[in-house]
């Protein structure tokens, strides 16, 4: 049953503190609210988990209704009173009540014993709603709620549900009144200030108070401004109060027009970022008070305005902090790769109605989903039944059945959702590729919201973890996830693996610089990617902290910002400037086929056209003055310049604003372009490479399968080995994409050659992705000379990542001569924790060899096509050939 409340009069006997336990042969005591597992008992065990408390209930109880009532619970429970069966309750993140009235002894002592489980065997977690914290860690068990025995000697109040309208101050209120029989009902309204702005009167008929008020010009809630109203609901007999209910609420609008989405009936870009609900102090989705505002406080640094419940329903002071703080919430609610029986289908409508009567009524909730990822295995007729509930009891907001899309999960071909949500988890050159594929013009318009993505692994030093933690890691970094084999996520194995690459030739503090320096490109490319689009309503990143299942996060283990919140805000803000760049055609075989530009590498003395975007989504800019800036590693001006901007500008679909050129400097190095529209400021680093050099005749192409292309353009002086043998070559240095056995005794035979593969072939080699999952190592050698980085791999590596790398491990087997090898660029994964390379320098018998699986001529996603447009990947390839020729 439902709690009931009286504020005026009622009596409550809190149940939190300390309890007798016992599960799985262990014994002693437990603090609720809170879950075994962080209280030292069985993580892997279901139950049954014993609760026992002896109360000693007030004799003047005698002749009242009384409730034993919790607020929320994992993840079924027995009650029974002095013997006496109370009640059962199944599902993890509802309030709930047992009428206990007719078990209890006023004035004398009272046991109370609880049996609870958490899902597992008797409860599959795959019916059980548990969302994604087992995947996390594991499912959690125990009262993680505030528990407490109620008592009613009148009335009651219960199912309250408020459904403001922003556009016409009108409220419906509905609620359940008990013992309430010839009672009247008065519902008062209070603005922000505490007065009095709309009072309804009218009698409860058929136990339930139906209400409609208006109040005029409501004062609308948002981040700037989160006005809380309150309703009060008060019965009253004979005039006088027989009992009060009181809950805030606030008005607000999220919608659409068309592609655009609109807050207020204002243009907006929510800003999200993903929180599973991992507290390990905790291990449960109910932090404090001080953790949640710290958590808005830092995520708002960021330049994020909105926190997206992946799959969780917290504890509900975190939604009552919300609507204080002006934090937009997206609530997700728990259905995760669910298999669906006969009671998952008639859990699942009880589960989700009640919890949408616990937070309906939170302003700061302004997005839905019904469940994430969900195929072929959820029905339409359930997802219809669940969408009804949510529409027929929330009111202001946007709503979709399923946060990735069906079409992407093998889910529904057709949806119930108000925005479209994909979830692209995907390497930087196939996310434009991506989004240009799933956009259909044919569809009505309406806005995108990236549900999730753009995550971006980072490393853990566990020396740091450990020393941090009185000189142990935590347990949910040793122990295996039993979801999860060690084939897909090797956290466990970490410190064991890790020591294995003992001679790696960089410490966990350079591994943990190099993966966060390495991840903020990621961000900034994809969410400016993001922000240069019309219809993008929004997007949620993942995600909050770092967890046993993943390091994509804003914050690490120990809590600290993983990025400088200034330089972040240039991309994640309300107002951004995105830098873009014409468009070009390339006619290729007897066609016209899309070129691609390198926006972000140049060639010395060539000239660079640039555009300037502005996303922009608050109040109207009044315009101004553009000033850039290109600026040497020494942080002198190499080219500067202004440019005028007419306002006003108004948000909406993101706008060119300015255009200008130059030449690129012919000093060949890093150089950094800066945009300022008065105060409103981004940055991108450029990479200048010296203009072509000549080839030297003496190379050798060997192309059976004409993988090079155009990259056997580079030189018309070299001999084709196409129309040849290896017995024509003398001193020449041979590039190969199809290295074999023939190609290996060359080398063996004291030959020089550049091996390029970029799939599987001759070399054992094995399908990674280039920037997700990885770190990029790179190592001080001569093909280096003259190609900026700084020891990471940032966007001078857009149009030479690969999908293969190398396999280490396998190569002295596939090549039994294989004197020494020395990493150039190598790839770690951050999962997994083992090597592979991209280039690599092989000493096979007498002869050199530089094998490398990049992708020089681009070719992959968005990436250029052909050698010629690439100047990163000529001048690596150049030095490389270099580093090779005879009498270096």
Known sequence: MTQWVNALQSHSLPLDGTWEFSLAGQSGSIVVPGVWEAQGYARYVEGPAVYRRTLAVPADWQGMRVQLQFDALSYHIEARLNGVRVGEHTGMWTAFAFDVTDALRPGLENLLELTVYKPGERFPMRESLAGFLPDVCIPFGGVWGRARLTAFPGAALSDLWLLPDAGTGRVHVEAAAHGAQGMNAVVRLFDPAGREAAIWLGAVEADAVHADLTVQMPRLWGPDDPALYTVEL??????????????????????????????????????????????????????????????????????????????????????????????????ELPMWLPHVTERLEKQAPMEYADILARVHAHPSIVLYSLGCELDAEVNADLLSRLNGILRSRTSGVLACDNSGSGEAYGGLGFDFADFNDYHFYCDLHYFTPLVDHFRRDWRPPRPWIFGEFCDADDYRDLEEIAAASGGTLPWWLTEKNPIHSLQALGYPLQDERMRQLADLGFSGQDLQRIARRQSFVIRKTILEKVRGRSGMGGYVVTGLRDTPLATSSMFDDLGRTKYDADAFRAFNAESILVLEQGRRRLWKRGGDRPAPMDRFNLTAGTPVDYRIILAHAGADLPGGDLRWRLLDGDGRAAARGSCAVEGPLVGGAPREIASFGFSAPDAAGEYALEVDLDGLRNRWTLWVYPAASAVSASVAWHDPGGALGDLRDWTDAALDLCRGSFAALTDHLLVTSAPDPAVIDYVRGGGRAILLQTGPGYLPAVPRPFWRESLKLLYDHPVWAGFPHRG????????????????????????????????????????????TDYLVELRIGEGVALASTLRFAGGAGDQVSGLSASPAGRHLLEGMVSYLSPGR
């Open 234 to 331: 008060r019965l009253e007999s004979g005039g006088a109060a027989q009992a009060i209910l009181r809950r805030t609420f606030g008005f607000r609008t999220l919608s659409s027009d068309g592609d655009q989405l609109l807050y207020n009936d204002q243009p907006a870009i929510l800003r999200g970022i993903l929180n599973w609900g991992w507290y390990p102090e905790t291990l449960c989705p109910a932090p404090d008070e001080g953790t949640i505002r710290d958590e808005f406080r830092r995520v708002r640094s960021l330049g994020y305005n909105l926190v997206k419940l992946c799959l969780v329903v917290p504890s509900p002071r975190y939604f009552e902090i919300a609507d204080e703080e002006g934090m937009f919430l997206w609530l």
């Open 792 to 835: 990471y791999a940032d966007l001078q590596f857009y149009h030479l990542a690969t999908d293969h790398a190398l396999d280490s491990a396998a190569l002295s087997a596939a090549l039994p001569d294989l004197r020494a090898v020395m990493p150039i660029l190598r790839r770690l994964d951050a999962r997994q924790f083992m090597l």
